[in-house]
């Protein structure tokens, strides 16, 4: 299966939780990265926490997701604290960035 987000786009980003519960996290960050530029990042207070799922979902707007490039690798990321001041961070996924049809806001 091929992950991707398209530009323009308002995809939804989550972290499943497996090894702790995710109603324990006290800060979070989201990154988006093309080479070692951060082109996203997002904090807890602009999540949404799924208690029933374990996990946090974060919704990009357009705007953010027409900073991606097309064709540069892309890679995704949550670092989080737990209320008893374990850090962590999530496994890294990789995604491709495609063109919309339309170069624009709608």
Known sequence: MRTSIIR???PTIIFKFDQINA???TKAYLF???DVETKIERD???ATLNVEDNQLEWTITQEESLRLTVGAATYICCDWLLNDEIRGRSKVGKFEVE???KN???
Do not use: M, R
Request: avoid cysteine.
């Open 32 to 34: 988006v990265k093309q």
């Open 8 to 10: 323009g786009t308002t």
């Open 44 to 46: 807890l207070s602009t």
């Open 99 to 101: 063109p919309s049809g």
């Open 23 to 25: 109603s324990n996290i």
């Open 104 to 106: 624009e806001v709608i």
